[in-house]
């Protein structure tokens, strides 16, 4: 008698931590369904509209930065701050050259399982009047989405060109 209870006792335990342990249908099922494409789409505008205001020399029409982005370049500190990031991107239309003009691709995204943050991997290309590349690089940024849009926090770019030597 003894033996059979302490049977039945084992076996509602091990029951018990069998069923305690299988995951819940209903958390499986409320994650969210997070579009890559769409939310490259959606970067490849804002990436388009951006080169757009430095083709025009309007880099302030630009909204794209946060206003506590940092934003990390080659040989430089980094900038913190959207008036920081606006200042240089005034000098970059200034400095592109009369007739040149700038594109940026949105290469690859990847966004966290909920969509509200994503990391953009592109590519930036400058090139003159005749299609002749002039500047060339890779560029990362991290996106957060705030009020409904994404917005860009942090961003650090890279050119593939060879460096000039100094004479």
Same mark, same amino acid.
């Not at 946060?66 to 991107?89: C, H, M």
């Not at 592109?96 to 399982?113: D, H, L, Q, R």
């Not at 409904?148 to 926090?153: H, L, M, Q, R």
């Given at each position: /008698? ?5 049977? !039945? ?10 069923? *305690? ?14 579009? @890559? ?18 083709? *025009?020399?309007?880099?302030? @029409?630009?909204? %794209? ?6 934003? %990390? ?22 400095? /592109? !050259? ?23 991997? !592109?590519?930036? =290309?400058?090139?003159?009047?005749? +299609?002749?590349?002039?500047?060339? +690089? ?9 009020? !409904? =849009? %994404? ?14 030597? =100094?004479?």
């Amino acid at each position: /008698m003894k033996n059979k209870m302490l049977k !039945g006792i084992a076996l509602a335990v091990i029951t018990a931590v069998v069923i *305690a342990c299988q995951p819940k249908k209903e958390e499986a099922a409320a994650a969210p369904v997070v579009d @890559k494409e769409a939310i490259k789409a959606e970067l490849q505008t804002m990436e388009s509209a951006f080169a757009d205001a430095m083709n *025009a020399g309007t880099p302030e @029409k630009i909204v %794209y930065y946060s206003d506590d982005v940092i934003s %990390y370049d080659q040989n430089a500190a980094p900038l913190k701050g959207k008036k920081a990031v606006d200042a240089k991107l005034a000098d970059q239309a200034k400095s /592109m !050259g009369k007739g040149n003009k700038i594109s940026y691709t949105a290469n690859e995204v990847f966004p966290s399982s909920d969509g509200n943050q994503v990391v953009e991997l !592109g590519s930036y =290309k400058l090139v003159d009047s005749t +299609g002749t590349a002039k500047a060339s +690089g890779n560029y990362m940024a991290l996106f957060e989405k705030r009020d !409904g =849009k %994404y917005i860009c926090i942090r961003d650090m770019g890279a050119s593939d060109m060879p460096k000039e030597e =100094k004479k």
